[in-house]
């Protein structure tokens, strides 16, 4: 990643003077393409575009053990750096409970805040021979190594846990059965699938938007409660018969140790991004419900969240 010598100026001085003030860095842990990606540079474009940073926000993609890469550079590296904030989801929270970092845990960052739901959905290549979501339920119960899923967490990730889900709502419990390659990414995962190396993708609507449009994939369920407007040619896991939501949160955490000022700065600013008519573009066009929680109380709900995730992840047989 290459900064200018007047972005890393700005960065030096304003820290110099200990101000929580405009991030020169936003960390997608992912390859570029994906929701975390996607997430960086949508908030980071935002965040100078309403001028609540002084200079244009670099993203740097750090790919790497499902987000455990930036989660252990942040805490072990970069603690104290109040320019400093990293996208995070559903995803990072899933890894978190499962103790998939390295003993890292929730507490060693601090959470700024989610603005916005990631519809989760089941996807295949446009020439699948799986036109609904029911024919590739089926084509699994009858033979579960005959159907491997792409998604872009790791293996017990909450992408891997998505179809997980909705065959142990269509009553299949063999679930160690069930084929997962975990990528960097949800572009990868597409990547796989439409290339016929994996019989479908596991993932988040903002992933795939460009490849439905493209018409290189079609969506068999969106796992929300409702049909996504602006692709409510999408049918729901729920009216297909399958009792399952599962959305992706997308935010943003911050090095543990920054100040209670730089931190509540940054709860400030995100809340302005969510309430932008930017944003609100924004989720329309890549297709975001409305979701925000920002600042103070987002932690208790990211603890609430983590316990919730171990009791599911024990149930499904990820953890013990």
Request: hydrophobic fraction near 45%; aromatic fraction near 8%.
């Amino acid at each position: 990643m290459t900064f200018s010598m007047k972005a890393l100026g700005l960065s030096v001085a304003l820290a110099a003077f200990g101000g929580a003030a405009s991030a020169t860095e936003c960390i997608a842990p992912a390859n570029p393409g994906g929701g975390w990606d996607f997430t960086c540079r949508q908030i980071g474009k935002i965040l100078y575009d309403l001028k609540l940073v002084d200079a244009p926000v670099q993203v740097t993609n750090m790919a790497g053990a499902g987000g455990g890469l930036a989660f252990s550079t942040v805490v072990n590296e970069r603690n104290d750096d109040p320019d400093l904030i990293v996208a995070a989801s559903s995803a990072t929270t899933t890894r978190l409970a499962q103790n998939a970092f390295g003993g890292s845990t929730a507490d060693q960052v601090r959470w700024v805040g989610a603005i916005g739901a990631d519809p989760g959905v089941i996807v295949v290549a446009a020439d699948s021979p799986y036109k609904t979501l029911t024919d590739l339920v089926e084509a699994i119960k009858a033979d579960p190594g005959s159907v491997a899923f792409a998604g872009g967490s790791a293996v017990g990730g909450f992408d891997h846990m998505k179809p997980l889900l909705v065959l142990k709502a269509a009553g299949f419990t063999d679930i160690t059965k069930v084929k997962y390659i975990g990528v960097d990414g949800g572009a990868d995962a597409i990547t796989q699938t439409v290339g016929g190396h994996t019989q479908a993708m596991t993932g988040d609507m903002s992933e795939i938007v460009g490849f439905i449009n493209s018409g290189e994939v079609r969506a068999l369920a969106v796992l929300t409660e409702d049909r996504v407007p602006g692709f409510e040619q999408i049918p729901t896991a729920k009216e297909q018969g399958y009792d399952v939501v599962a959305v992706n949160w997308r935010g943003l955490y911050v090095p543990g140790g920054i100040s209670d000022e730089a931190f509540n700065a940054w709860g400030d600013k995100l809340q302005k991004v969510a309430d932008s008519d930017e944003w609100k573009q924004a989720m329309k066009d890549n297709g975001l419900a409305p979701f925000t929680k920002v600042g103070g109380n987002f932690q208790a709900w990211v603890d609430k969240v983590i316990a919730d995730t171990k009791d599911l992840s024990k149930e499904l047989g990820v953890i013990q």
